[in-house]
C-alpha cells in the first residue's frame, strides 16, 4: 500500500481505482481529509502549519526486489528491524496465497540488540489479498512472472530504477507530496509552515529531504532513544546504540549518542533553502512502564512521591539537556487522558505508554500538576523566546542549575527582549536569580522571568534554587 501511495504511477501506471491511478486515488483521498481539516481551523491563531505525513515510509522504492535486511550491509547501514526480514519479492508471493520462509529477526531483551534466528512461513494457509479477477498489479506491470508458485523473469531493480535514472525516495516520493500539502492548505492559509517528515530510520542514516522544498517549511523529524522505546530499560551505565550497534559507558557519552543523532537529524534543515529552516522534533519521549511497570508496582504499593520515577527523570533530562545542547525544539508524545498504570492498556495506543498523565497519579484534579509523571523530567527552564541570539543554553537537574546567555539584542520597539521559563517544580517559589547586563522581574504567578532592553552586547543568567 505504501509503494502505491508513493509511486503507484512509477510502478503500476496502468492499475486503477474508479478509472484513476491508484497513488492519484490514495493521495487524492488523503489530501483530500487535509483539506476539510484546514477549512475548519483555518482563522485559528494557535494552528501554524500542517505536518504532510506521521513517520511516512516509502514501500518498496528504492529497494533491490530480492533483498532481504537481517544485517547492517553497505547496502542498507541501519540496524534490522524486529520480525520479519521480508524481500519485495516474499510480500508479492504471499500476496499471491504462496507459503515462503523468511528469516525473523529477533532483539535481545537486555541489550537491545538484532540478529536473524530462526526462519519463518508467511501464508501457510495459502490465503490471496487480490479478489477473484484481479491481477497482480506488479505482475502485469512486468516487474515479475509467475509458473505454477515460482516467480521468474523478475525484475531485481525494478524498485531501483526507471528509464535508465536511479530513483530517490526524497524526490521521487516525498518531494511532491510535499509541495501538494503546501498548496492544499495554503489555499486557506497562506501564510502557514509545512512541517515535512521523512522515515524516521532514514533522517538518522542521512538520507535527506527533498532539493527544493516549499517554503516556510520545517524540519519536524521524530526521534527516539530505540533502545529504551523497544527494552522498556534506561541504563545509562551501559546503552546500546540503535544506530551504531555500539554501547555507550556512561551519562557523558549517552549524551554525546543523543547529540550525534539529533545533530544529523536537525543537519538536514540547513538545506532547506538558502537561508536553512528550523528544526522541531515532532515526536519523541520515554515508556512510563519501564522494567515491567516497576513505578506503576511502587505507586500502587503506596509510594506516591518522587522515588518511582527517578529513571524516568533522568532519561528525560539527558534527552533535554542534548535538546538544549543543539537548542532544538522539541514535542513529546503523548497526553492521553484516559491513560492508565496497566502493561496492557498504558496510552491505548499499542502498549507505547508514552503518556506523561495518569489518572492514577491524579490524586488532586485540583491541581494542574497532579496526573503528571516523572513532573521534574520535561518541566524544565528554559529562554522561551527573545528578540536576540540565544548564545548557551544549559540545565543541571542534579543540581539545580540554569544558565543562559543571550547576545545580539535587538531593539524590538518593547521594553521587554526576552522571557525564561522558570519553574516551581524545580526550583520552589523563591528561585535565586542572577543577571548581568540587564534590569529583570521576576513574575511569581506566571513563572517567567523577564529581562529588559539593555545596551549590552551579551546578557547572562544564572538561576539556581
Avoid at 18 to 41: E, I, P, S, T
Avoid at 60 to 72: E, F, G
Avoid at 220 to 231: I, M
Avoid at 421 to 434: E, K, L, R, T, W
Wanted: charged letters at 25%; proline letters at 6%; one cysteine or more.
Amino acid at each position: 500500500m505504501w509503494t502505491f501511495f508513493w509511486t503507484g504511477r512509477l510502478f503500476t501506471p496502468d492499475y486503477r481505482i474508479d478509472g484513476v491511478n491508484v497513488q492519484d486515488f490514495l493521495q487524492q483521498h488523503y489530501l483530500g481529509a487535509m483539506d476539510q481539516v484546514a477549512r475548519k481551523v483555518a482563522g485559528i491563531e494557535n494552528v501554524i502549519g500542517f505536518d504532510t505525513l506521521n513517520e511516512p515510509v516509502t514501500g518498496w522504492l528504492t529497494r533491490r526486489m530480492n533483498y532481504r535486511h537481517v544485517a547492517p550491509t553497505e547496502e542498507n547501514p541501519l540496524r534490522p528491524r524486529p520480525g520479519l526480514a521480508m524481500s519485495p519479492m516474499d510480500c508479492l508471493l504471499a500476496a499471491r496465497g504462496i507459503p515462503v520462509e523468511v528469516p525473523f529477526v529477533v532483539r535481545d531483551p537486555k541489550t537491545g540488540a538484532l540478529s536473524a534466528s530462526t526462519e519463518r512461513t508467511v501464508n501457510s494457509a495459502r490465503v490471496p489479498i487480490w479478489r477473484e479477477g484481479i491481477d497482480c498489479p506488479f505482475e502485469a506491470a512486468g516487474a515479475y512472472r509467475l509458473d505454477g508458485e515460482r516467480a521468474v523473469d523478475v525484475r531485481e531493480n525494478f524498485f531501483q530504477q526507471r528509464d535508465g535514472r536511479a530513483l530517490v525516495a526524497s524526490e521521487d516520493a516525498y518531494a511532491p507530496l510535499f509541495h501538494r500539502v503546501a498548496q492544499v492548505t495554503r489555499s486557506h492559509e497562506p501564510d502557514w509552515g509545512v512541517f515535512a517528515e521523512i522515515e524516521p530510520y532514514a533522517g538518522l542514516s542521512g538520507e535527506g529531504f527533498p532539493a527544493e522544498m516549499p517554503e516556510r517549511s520545517i524540519n519536524a523529524s521524530h526521534w527516539y532513544d530505540f533502545s529504551v522505546l523497544y527494552t522498556k530499560r534506561f541504563t545509562p551505565e551501559a546503552a546500546y546504540d540503535f544506530g551504531t550497534g555500539e554501547t555507550a559507558y556512561g551519562r557523558a557519552a549517552l549524551k554525546q549518542v543523543y547529540c550525534d543523532q539529533l545533530g544529523r537529524i536537525a543537519s538536514h534543515a540547513k538545506r532547506f533553502g538558502p537561508a536553512g529552516a528550523p528544526t522541531l522534533i515532532g515526536e519523541f519521549g520515554i515508556p512510563y512502564d519501564l522494567d515491567h511497570g516497576a513505578a506503576f508496582a511502587a505507586w500502587a504499593e503506596g509510594d506516591h512521591g518522587k522515588a518511582p520515577w527517578v529513571e524516568h527523570v533522568d532519561a528525560l533530562s539527558l534527552m533535554y539537556e542534548a535538546m538544549d545542547a543543539l537548542q532544538l525544539h522539541s514535542t513529546q508524545w503523548n497526553y492521553t487522558a484516559s491513560n492508565r498504570n496497566d502493561l496492557m492498556v498504558g496510552d491505548g495506543w499499542n502498549q507505547e505508554d508514552l503518556s506523561i498523565f495518569s489518572r492514577d497519579q491524579q490524586t488532586d484534579p485540583a491541581s494542574p500538576g497532579s496526573g503528571g509523571r516523572a513532573i521534574e523530567g520535561f518541566c524544565r527552564p528554559f529562554v522561551r523566546r527573545t528578540t536576540g541570539v540565544l548564545r548557551e543554553m544549559a540545565f543541571d537537574a542534579e543540581t539545580k542549575r540554569f544558565t543562559a546567555s543571550i547576545g545580539e539584542i535587538r531593539d524590538s520597539g518593547i521594553d521587554e527582549f526576552a522571557e525564561i521559563y522558570v519553574p516551581f517544580a524545580q526550583f520552589g517559589i523563591s528561585p535565586d536569580i542572577a543577571v548581568s547586563g540587564a534590569d529583570w522581574r521576576f513574575d511569581s504567578p506566571t513563572q517567567i522571568l523577564r529581562l529588559f532592553y539593555t545596551y549590552r552586547d551579551e546578557v547572562h543568567v544564572v538561576i539556581t534554587c
